[in-house]
């Protein structure tokens, strides 16, 4: 069973920085695009930013400019950079990895809380 472990959330003050690691197996990181998605209590898991080997990540335009999602080979382990964080960002935050053809997602994670508080 393939997993992805996530790490990084915590409690942030509003403006300030962090990082989420999201671990994968080799399989998942070389063959699956992997993405970010957030979820608050109510609302609809949303795609933050997501990335695949060769290609250009994209983002949600609500994290455009802020959020960089970047990939360590060596580690096989996606990143999601947090900048400039705002109350808005609070929220739980996947990692998942779909295959191409898949009609969602195929793995998730745990997820990791990220709080943001001014």
């Known amino acids: 069973q393939e997993q992805l472990v996530e790490s990084g959330g915590g409690l942030v003050q509003t403006g300030g920085s962090l990082r989420l690691s999201c671990d994968t197996s080799?399989?998942?990181?070389?063959?699956?695009?992997v993405g970010w998605f957030r979820q608050t209590p109510g609302k609809q898991r949303e795609l933050v930013a997501s990335?695949?080997?060769?290609?250009?990540?994209n983002y949600a335009d609500s994290v455009k400019g802020r959020f960089t999602i970047s990939r360590d080979t060596a580690k096989n382990t996606v990143y999601l950079q947090m900048n400039s964080l705002k109350s808005e960002d609070t929220a739980v935050y996947y990692c998942?990895?779909?295959?191409?053809?898949?009609?969602?997602?195929?793995?998730w994670g745990q997820g990791t809380q990220v709080t943001v508080s001014s």
């Open positions: 990335i695949r080997r060769g290609e250009s990540p």
């Open positions: 080799g399989r998942l990181f070389n063959e699956y695009v």
């Open positions: 998942a990895a779909w295959l191409y053809g898949s009609s969602r997602y195929n793995y």
